[in-house]
């Protein structure tokens, strides 16, 4: 007798933010064989989503330093569900201000301040994949990954360059 489960298979999600109109090579190597990514803003240049999107479609939020024409369509928030995990994408953490768990939302994916991290408050996953770009101070160059498998999510971030 055989037997079968029912496993969801695995979406990867790519993170990266705060790129500052820098596509690093480590970075696209990092994203490479992702289902989808995520850009939490301060990208810079159409440049650098046009890279990313040679690789998995893209979905970006405005950051800070995300101006003139080719940013003009970007939104300030996005809200996505991948398998049964809503995510919602900022670039600045101070502007969500959303009540989350009314909306479903199980992860924020935010960027610009540079560091990288994981939380969990009240139920929702906050991540940061710190800075993809320019280095900044003495913050790593890192970028995220987030595994989504039906309703069970995990977060990792690497350093991209030592």
């Not at 800070?64 to 996505?80: E, R, V, Y």
């Not at 969500?96 to 960027?111: K, P, Q, R």
């Not at 996953?125 to 995990?154: D, I, K, T, W, Y």
Request: glycine share 8%; charged share 20%.
């Amino acid at each position: 007798m055989t037997s079968r489960h029912s496993r969801s298979p695995t979406t990867r999600i790519g993170l990266i933010s705060d790129t500052h109109n820098l596509m690093r090579p480590e970075a696209l190597v990092y994203l490479a064989g992702c289902d989808l990514i995520i850009h939490a803003g301060d990208i810079c240049n159409q440049a650098v989503l046009d890279a990313l999107r040679k690789i998995a479609p893209v979905t970006a939020v405005r950051g800070n330093n995300d101006t003139g024409d080719w940013a003009a369509s970007l939104p300030t928030h996005a809200t996505l569900t991948v398998q049964q995990v809503t995510i919602r994408v900022v670039h600045d953490i101070a502007e969500l201000g959303a009540d989350l768990c009314s909306e479903g939302v199980g992860v924020v994916v935010s960027g610009h301040s540079h560091k990288p991290s994981i939380s969990e408050r009240d139920g929702v996953l906050f991540v940061n994949p710190g800075s993809a770009g320019p280095r900044r101070f003495r913050l790593p160059v890192c970028a995220g990954m987030l595994r989504v498998e039906g309703a069970q999510v995990s977060a990792t971030f690497d350093t991209l360059l030592m």
